[in-house]
């Protein structure tokens, strides 16, 4: 099946750093979506990017979609202990049916205060 | 107040039995998703549903079984016939927007232990 590959698997940063995960699909996507998943809870919905080379802001979240959306980034300025938890994308393939969502695995963020 | 439901939230079953998590939704979605969720796995979708009546397999529907008969429902059956059913069951639903599913809500899952 389609696959969306995602890096690093952990990373763990002290408080105040950046962080940064990145994710890539061998074929295009129709969108991209990112979850974060705090320990013990569920994925709860953060962004969906849908055009090419799309860049977006929330607070000290920055999301990219690459220029041939194959790719996608979230970039985290001056960690805090409430970032931790761990961070999903997710994609739409692009064809027919557009309603199976492929996450990948994962990147799962330590903040040391 | 709107959102999806998952009961129970821990489940213990002894193996060979035959167990059915529940989820329901009153967001009025027409999708709805169950996902598996392993450590270091990321999710892995199991069943996904459309549309009341109808759905179809995802990546690891083996030893799995769902039904749709209400908008509201979609039922998860965990069958003896699944080799590794410990786990972490997410249920999802979304809204459709023309030919794509908008942002996924999630259910606070069902914690499967089989002894």
């Known amino acids: 099946g389609q696959q969306v590959m995602q890096i690093p698997q952990y990373q763990h940063v002290q408080e105040g750093e950046d962080f940064t995960t990145y994710c890539n699909s061998s074929?295009?996507?129709?969108?991209i979506q990112w979850y974060k998943q705090r320990p013990g809870g569920h994925p709860v919905f953060l962004i969906q990017?849908?055009?090419?080379?799309e860049v977006k802001k929330q607070k000290r979240l920055t999301f990219q979609f690459g220029e041939a959306k194959k790719n996608s980034s979230l970039h985290i300025t001056a960690t805090q202990t409430t970032d931790v938890g761990t961070y999903f994308c997710?994609?739409?393939?692009?064809?027919?049916?557009?309603?199976?969502?492929?996450f990948g695995k994962g990147t799962k963020l330590s903040v040391i205060p | 107040d709107g959102g999806i439901t998952q009961s129970p939230k821990y489940l213990f079953r002894k193996e060979g039995q035959n167990v059915t998590l529940s989820c329901e939704q009153n967001?009025?979605?027409?999708?709805m998703y169950w996902y598996r969720q392993d450590p270091g796995q990321g999710l892995r979708l199991i069943y996904y549903?459309?549309?009341?009546?109808?759905?179809q397999k995802g990546d690891i529907a083996e030893g799995y079984s769902v039904s749709r008969e209400k908008k509201e429902s979609f039922p998860l059956t965990v069958t003896s016939a699944q080799k590794n059913p410990t786990a972490f069951y997410l249920c999802?639903?979304?809204?459709?927007?023309?030919?794509?599913?908008?942002?996924?809500?999630f259910g606070p899952g069902t914690r499967l232990t089989v002894l």
């Open positions: 999802a639903s979304s809204v459709r927007s023309g030919t794509m599913y908008n942002e996924q809500f």
């Open positions: 074929t295009t996507l129709s969108n």
């Open positions: 990017l849908v055009k090419s080379g």
């Open positions: 997710a994609g739409h393939h692009s064809g027919a049916g557009s309603y199976q969502l492929t």
């Open positions: 967001l009025n979605h027409d999708a």
């Open positions: 549903s459309q549309i009341v009546n109808d759905f």
